[in-house]
């Protein structure tokens, strides 16, 4: 059996591998993924399992390792879109699902737990102990700090909501999900770019307090419920991890993962919670200007994802669900459609695709 093999057979998601938190793939592990309306070769219908297979030979015949599924809240089901979760589950696969609002359910019912708010908790509850003990990963609402549907009142409200729904489903004895935070936008809520945005106001075990000399850079502990207080809430940190990738921009802010990553570690590692990437893209690294006189080299590319592994498994990030090519242009294309090969494809306004190879000692996890 190969290293791949052994290394993906440690990370089976419906397998209770530690008593960190459900689904938890180890130290040193972490989940490799997609989302679903994005696996789309050589047919949405059929994308998934050719993935699986062409992957087989690193994996040995193991499935992706978690799927991320986007749903609206279900006063029935809990949330929509349950016979792909069934079906994803069935094949051995992790669900990640972010979730809206159930119908005829308003974010005044949540903050004030009405019987519309109860209702829905009942539901989600069931949803949730029917699939136990398999893990379900979730989130309420994705990247609410940017997202033109979030239809709350502000920050405050968000935090409350994400607070209420976890406490109502461990209330209705729920032991198998596991909340993880908004997929915070990174480097940007963090840096200069996001201006006044502060990552503490979306994050629900804030308590809202700023001591004196903290602040989004610098927090102090004390404003925060942390794990082991019986206040906390959240089990996890999402992040949704961007190069710079702008269209048209040069590449004179290149960096690597490991720099991007630290604009939200360097500010949360404190809080000692598992990492969770939950988009990743990469611009084609290229000389030049895009589109006039780009030069590419998918070296360059191939040695920043390496160091995206590298950095997972040393830094307590345990998945990557995403990877996002449906951006920009120039954004790099994860694909597996040679038989035996791991492909990435970079493309861009004006460039024919070229191809090379992922080294195949990197494996998957």
């Known amino acids: 059996m190969s290293v791949f093999a052994r290394r993906l057979q440690r990370v089976?998601?419906?397998?209770?591998?530690?008593?960190?938190?459900?689904?938890?793939?180890?130290?040193?592990?972490?989940?490799?993924?997609?989302?679903?309306?994005?696996?789309?070769?050589?047919?949405?219908?059929?994308?998934?399992?050719?993935?699986?297979?062409?992957?087989?030979?690193?994996?040995?015949?193991?499935?992706?390792?978690?799927?991320?599924?986007?749903?609206?809240?279900?006063?029935?089901?809990?949330?929509?879109?349950?016979?792909?979760?069934?079906?994803?589950?069935?094949?051995?696969?992790?669900?990640?699902?972010?979730?809206?609002?159930?119908?005829?359910?308003?974010?005044?019912?949540?903050?004030?737990?009405?019987?519309?708010?109860?209702?829905?908790?009942?539901?989600?509850?069931?949803?949730?102990?029917a699939y136990a003990p398999v893990p379900i990963w979730w989130t309420f609402h994705h990247e609410p700090e940017n997202d033109a549907n979030w239809q709350g009142s502000g920050e405050?409200?968000?935090?409350?909501?994400?607070?209420?729904?976890?406490?109502?489903?461990?209330?209705?004895g729920v032991t198998n999900g596991m909340f993880w935070t908004t997929g915070y936008m990174c480097p940007y809520t963090f840096g200069d770019a996001g201006g006044a945005r502060d990552w503490r106001a979306w994050y629900p075990d804030w308590k809202g307090t700023t001591q004196a000399g903290s602040s989004k850079n610098n927090p102090d502990p004390v404003d925060f419920y942390l794990p082991g207080d019986p206040n906390a809430v959240v089990d996890g940190i999402g992040l949704d991890v961007y190069s710079w990738?702008?269209?048209?921009?040069?590449?004179?802010?290149?960096?690597?993962?490991?720099?991007?990553?630290?604009?939200?570690?360097?500010?949360?590692?404190?809080?000692?919670?598992?990492?969770?990437?939950?988009?990743?893209?990469?611009?084609a690294y290229h000389t030049g200007t895009e589109g006039v006189d780009a030069v590419y080299v998918p070296a360059t590319t191939l040695d920043y994802i390496s160091g995206m592994y590298d950095t997972m498994t040393a830094r307590n990030i345990v998945a990557m669900q995403v990877f996002n090519y449906a951006i920009v242009d120039q954004a790099w294309r994860l694909e597996i459609q040679d038989p035996q090969q791991i492909r990435y494809e970079g493309y861009g306004t004006g460039m024919a695709r070229s191809e090379c190879k992922l080294p195949a000692s990197l494996g998957w996890l």
């Open 12 to 129: 089976s998601p419906i397998v209770a591998l530690s008593t960190r938190f459900p689904g938890d793939p180890g130290l040193g592990n972490f989940y490799f993924g997609g989302r679903e309306d994005q696996l789309t070769w050589p047919s949405s219908a059929t994308a998934i399992a050719n993935w699986e297979s062409n992957m087989a030979p690193w994996s040995g015949g193991a499935p992706l390792g978690i799927i991320r599924q986007y749903s609206n809240g279900s006063i029935t089901t809990g949330w929509s879109g349950r016979a792909t979760t069934d079906t994803h589950i069935a094949a051995n696969r992790l669900v990640h699902v972010s979730f809206k609002l159930a119908s005829g359910v308003t974010q005044s019912d949540c903050v004030d737990q009405t019987v519309a708010f109860t209702g829905w908790m009942d539901a989600l509850a069931d949803a949730f102990n």
């Open 156 to 172: 405050a409200e968000y935090r409350t909501v994400c607070r209420n729904i976890k406490n109502a489903l461990v209330s209705r």
């Open 245 to 283: 990738w702008n269209e048209g921009e040069s590449m004179t802010s290149w960096d690597d993962f490991e720099t991007l990553f630290d604009w939200a570690a360097s500010r949360m590692d404190f809080l000692g919670l598992p990492y969770n990437i939950m988009e990743h893209g990469v611009q």
